[in-house]
């Protein structure tokens, strides 16, 4: 697992506490300088832990590293649900999500950057896993937003909707549009009958 005292569920308390703070800072760290900048030294340096702390439960920094940006989907899919739930009809509850999904990566085009730079890392380090387990919480979260919408296999249009998603990402970096004309392109993807 990379711990190098061993498995998470053998450290102790104040062990797991001190592992959280450790991936706090590795957060931080990222969401500023991105993936090159994210070394055990500036890790150190942004948290209340020494190098060699963070050396003695990490004993490889891509766990950390996987860690870390786990904790940032974990925390952007809470944000999400946390929209989804302000709303009571159910097309309401998706269009809410999508437009706070885009304006996340519009407000802050360093987490776009991050994600894909992330992406790309543990793609030539062989481990996509990690990658996985982040596309599958997005893609459960638009599943149960669009199962209630009567809408031929919420998963399959889950994941194109997530394509969709990340490609829209990357023009509105270049081609801002606001949400509105995104609309039509996602209530084409989402609910056109095919077939």
């Known amino acids: 697992m990379g711990i190098a005292p061993g498995r998470s569920d053998e450290l102790s308390p104040n062990q797991l506490q001190k592992q959280e703070l450790i991936v706090d800072a590795a957060r931080k ?9 994210c070394t055990v030294r500036a890790i150190a340096e942004a948290g209340p832990l020494t190098k060699s702390a963070i050396h003695y439960y990490f004993a490889d920094i891509d766990v950390l590293i996987d860690r870390a940006m786990a904790a940032h989907i974990n925390a952007f899919v809470a944000d999400l649900r946390e929209v989804a739930g302000c709303h009571e009809d159910h097309g309401d509850r998706l269009f809410a999500v999508l437009e ?10 360093n987490a776009a950057f ?11 380090a062989q481990h996509p896993q990690a990658i996985d387990a982040m596309l599958t919480s997005i893609t459960e979260l638009l599943t149960e937003l669009l199962a209630p919408l009567d809408v031929d296999d919420p998963r399959a249009r889950a994941r194109a909707l997530l394509s969709y998603l990340l490609g829209a990402i990357v023009q509105q970096r270049v081609r801002p549009r606001p949400f ?3 609309q039509a392109d996602i ?7 095919y077939g």
């Open 29 to 37: 760290v990222l969401a500023r300088d991105g993936l090159a900048g």
């Open 100 to 109: 706070a999904y885009l304006n996340t990566f519009a407000e802050r085009p």
């Open 114 to 124: 991050l994600w894909f730079e992330y992406w790309i890392g543990a793609g030539r």
């Open 180 to 182: 509105i004309a995104l």
């Open 187 to 193: 209530e084409a993807l989402c609910f056109a009958n």
